[in-house]
């Protein structure tokens, strides 16, 4: 069983930071790719970021390109999200995902487990 907890979360104004965090347990490979996605009330499931397991290919949602950093430590097994200069459209509940296979898919499909999701609060 594979469990994704992610943290982090919280109600900030506009321009300032967070780091979201999320922590894997359970039987899954530590060569396989993560992602975060974000869903705000009303929309689409909305890919945020994709690390493969070295860390060396990255992909970003063209929304957050320049904003948003994704990293992991294979050690922690975890994979971090950090958010600078937040607007209120990234208000959002943000969802990490473990990929189904070595690619690192940037589509939602792409991913086989997920986090409940920690709610992302930008106020102006």
């Known amino acids: 069983q594979v469990q994704l907890v992610e943290s982090g979360g919280s109600s900030v104004q506009a321009g300032d930071s967070l780091r979201l965090s999320c922590a894997v347990s359970?039987?899954?490979?530590?060569?396989?790719?993560m992602g975060w996605f974000r869903q705000a009330p009303g929309k689409d499931r909305e890919f945020v970021a994709a690390?493969?397991?070295?860390?060396?290919?990255?992909y970003y949602g063209d929304s957050v390109k320049g904003r948003f950093t994704i990293s992991r430590d294979n050690a922690k097994t975890t994979v971090y999200l950090q958010m600078n200069s937040l607007k209120p459209e990234d208000t959002a509940v943000y969802y990490c995902?473990?990929?189904?296979?070595?690619?690192?898919?940037?589509?939602?499909?792409?991913?086989?487990?997920w986090g409940q999701g920690t709610q992302v609060t930008v106020s102006s």
């Open positions: 995902a473990v990929a189904r296979w070595a690619i690192t898919p940037t589509s939602a499909d792409g991913y086989k487990y």
């Open positions: 359970g039987r899954t490979s530590s060569g396989t790719p």
């Open positions: 690390i493969d397991w070295s860390g060396i290919n990255i």
